[in-house]
């Protein structure tokens, strides 16, 4: 996998030259569409320990996890569970220490740093709690921020990045920049961002968390419309509620898997969701 140059983020046109279209997913199944074969997330036996000092603290140890394509999971845990480590490596924002995660079919645990970027820029559209917009951009502008990164064409990432607003209910506030919106139309920016390069996953880390219980209500139901619609949603929280939502909850202790049932399933039974 060859690395792209990364322009400069302060010029959104700078990538004139490119190749219209790049930055979309290198397998024909991207997106929406119909489960296939391979999963989208494939984890196997995986470690992560890092050195502190002369202390060795094992965050991970020997997680086996499979998701495959359509599904909505939540990953929920306590502080110190090992999820925030394990979203890390879903999002290829880390590497295993051991182990194999296979993304989409494509082996990246062995990937150095600058072809983990065109994985994350490719194949990954993140959601994070704090928003991550740019203040002095508009709303298509930060959108369009993956396609400029991917040097896909200006005219092709304007097209692609108000469809992606359009999507998410936004059309209308394709011009305001993110201090002339709600915490909730930030977060649905936020999305519209992350669905703008067609990727396999929705990474979600907390996209909840600096939202009122109405805005956080409108966020999970998109992100609900969009599993229903097809798409792959990891949904990374510590807030039964939200994990709620999703068609399977993960519970994560002390670095390992320890429940995956689908939420139905432990509600039949009284159980709830794992807090």
Not at 33 to 56: C, F, H, N, S
Not at 219 to 243: M, Q, W
Request: hydrophobic share 40%; aromatic share 2%.
């Amino acid at each position: 996998m060859t690395a792209t140059t990364t322009p400069d983020p302060n010029d959104p046109d700078e990538p004139n030259h490119r190749t219209e279209g790049a930055g979309r997913p290198p397998t024909p199944t991207a997106g929406v569409g119909p489960p296939t074969a391979v999963p989208v997330i494939e984890l196997r036996d995986v470690t992560k320990t890092y050195q502190l000092g002369e202390i060795e603290v094992a965050a991970l140890r020997g997680v086996d996890l499979t998701i495959e394509s359509g599904e909505m999971v939540a990953l929920i845990g306590p502080s110190g569970s090992g999820k925030s480590t394990l979203m890390h490596i879903i999002g290829c924002l880390d590497v295993p220490t051991a182990g194999h995660y296979a993304l989409s079919g494509h082996d990246v645990d062995g990937l150095g740093e600058s072809q983990l970027a065109v994985v994350r820029n490719r194949l990954i559209g993140f959601v994070f709690q704090q928003f991550n917009l740019l203040a002095y951009l508009s709303a298509w502008r930060n959108v369009e921020l993956p396609l400029v990164y991917a040097g896909v064409s200006p005219t092709d990432r304007r097209t692609r990045a108000l469809a992606a607003l359009a999507q998410v209910g936004l059309a209308d506030r394709a011009e305001h920049r993110p201090g002339e919106l709600s915490g909730g139309q930030q977060q649905r920016v936020a999305v519209a961002r992350a669905l703008v390069t067609e990727p396999e996953l929705i990474l979600a880390d907390e996209p909840t968390g600096n939202l009122d219980s109405t805005s956080t209500a409108d966020v999970l139901g998109l992100l609900s419309e969009l599993h229903e619609a097809g798409r792959t949603v990891v949904l990374i929280t510590h807030e039964p509620d939200v994990a709620a939502r999703a068609q399977r909850v993960v519970q994560i202790r002390d670095g390992r898997v320890v429940d995956g049932e689908p939420v139905d399933g432990r509600l039949a039974r009284g159980a709830g969701v794992p807090a």
